[in-house]
T-cell receptor
Framework: DTAVSQTPKYLVTQMGNDKSIKCEQNLGHDTMYWYKQDSKKFLKIMFSYNNKELIINETVPNRFSPKSPDKAHLNLHINSLELGDSAVYFC???????????????FGPGTRLLVL | GQQVMQIPQYQHVQEGEDFTTYCNSSTTLSNIQWYKQRPGGHPVFLIQLVKSGEVKKQKRLTFQFGEAKKNSSLHITATQTTDVGTYFCARGGGATNKLIFGTGTLLAVQP
């Protein structure tokens, strides 16, 4: 019973290609996120959706386009991949109020993207 | 700014030694959360602190929120090899549920 799942787990591709990463959560949460973790382990938020509406859009190149078909899914499409896009991309979800606390985030297993 | 700094960046201890990581902010925090990420894994929520001076314990882990709500610490007593990983603090970012993560502390435990 995976709470937050992502596919694929690994993605190796050539520069210039377009790729998508999918995320699904079965926690019933209203908010979902995409994070990028670079080689130095720094976690940076990219996007956040609440009930299918975009609420956070950090300074991310417009080659990155999130899509939320429903509140349980948040996909990330990346156009014209560049070497610097190589990183681990984590999906996460949260609910405003939970037993664990306000805004507690539940992360997916991550997608390791390598651009050659 | 909103940056949350953590020190140290890296700590190597012998099994059984204690470990502490510190999280510092230049602005007052409404709350602070702590996460653990095992090597090759994903961040997992540990705890949230909300009140000034709050102290919470989870077995060998002690979490503290500073009186001025500008810093926090995580202390592990008698480390074990299962404690290996990167520990992140994260500050709340307002009504959007946005979390701003600290720079992380990588803990290595030698058996």
């Amino acid at each position: 019973d995976t709470a937050v799942s992502q596919t694929p787990k690994y993605l190796v591709t050539q520069m210039g290609n377009d790729k998508s990463i999918k995320c699904e959560q079965n926690l019933g949460h209203d908010t979902m996120y995409w994070y990028k973790q670079d080689s130095k382990k720094f976690l940076k938020i990219m996007f956040s959706y609440n009930n299918k509406e975009l609420i956070i859009n950090e300074t991310v190149p417009n080659r990155f386009s999130p899509k939320s078909p429903d509140k349980a899914h948040l996909n990330l499409h990346i156009n014209s991949l560049e070497l610097g896009d190589s990183a681990v991309y984590f999906c996460a979800s949260s609910q405003d109020e939970s037993d664990a606390g306000w805004g507690t985030q539940y992360f997916g297993p991550g997608t390791r993207l390598l651009v050659l | 700014g909103q940056q949350v700094m953590q020190i140290p960046q890296y700590q190597h201890v012998q099994e059984g030694e204690d470990f502490t990581t510190y999280c510092n902010s230049s602005t007052t925090l409404s709350n602070i959360q702590w996460y653990k990420q095992r090597p090759g894994g994903h961040p997992v929520f540990l705890i949230q602190l909300v009140k000034s001076g709050e102290v919470k314990k989870q077995k060998r882990l002690t979490f503290q929120f500073g009186e001025a709500k500008k810093n926090s610490s995580l202390h592990i007593t008698a480390t074990q090899t299962t404690d290996v990983g990167t520990y992140f603090c994260a500050r709340g970012g307002g009504a959007t549920n946005k979390l701003i993560f600290g720079t992380g502390t990588l803990l290595a435990v030698q058996p």
